[in-house]
């Protein structure tokens, strides 16, 4: 089974950066798409980034449109780790974030991912 911890979450002001990592572990983990999703109470989960191997050591990321440019994704070297560097935060990304795995790659809808993490929340105030 697929284990997922999120970590980096917490406060931080509008305008300023925050990067969130996920350890995955598990058989394989380093072949699975990690991304990252966020909610908040009341809304479906989003779908922000993720990162899917293409081969060997190589990852190809997706970014959400409405975080493209302030977000990057990417997966660590050893292929079992993944980080969201989000910057110039606004209020609107306040949500608990999510890591997320499954063996597809390249989906973005939450009910097609098997693994989830605890999630770690995020808030931005202004």
């Known amino acids: 089974q697929v284990q997922l911890v999120e970590s980096g979450g917490g406060l931080v002001q509008a305008g300023g950066s925050l990067r969130l990592s996920c350890a995955a572990s598990?058989?394989?983990?380093?072949?699975?798409?990690l991304g990252w999703f966020r909610q908040v109470p009341g809304k479906e989960r989003e779908f922000v980034a993720a990162t899917s191997r293409s081969s060997g050591t190589t990852y190809l990321t997706d970014i959400a449109d409405a975080v493209r440019g302030r977000f990057t994704v990417s997966r660590g070297n050893a292929g079992n780790t993944v980080h969201l560097q989000m910057n110039s935060l606004k209020a609107e990304d306040t949500a608990v974030y999510y890591c997320?795995?499954?063996?597809?790659?390249?989906?973005?809808?939450?009910?097609?991912?098997?693994?989830w993490g605890q999630g770690t929340p995020v808030t931005v105030s202004s």
């Open positions: 997320a795995a499954d063996q597809k790659i390249g989906v973005r809808r939450p009910t097609e991912y098997a693994y």
């Open positions: 598990g058989r394989t983990v380093t072949t699975y798409t």
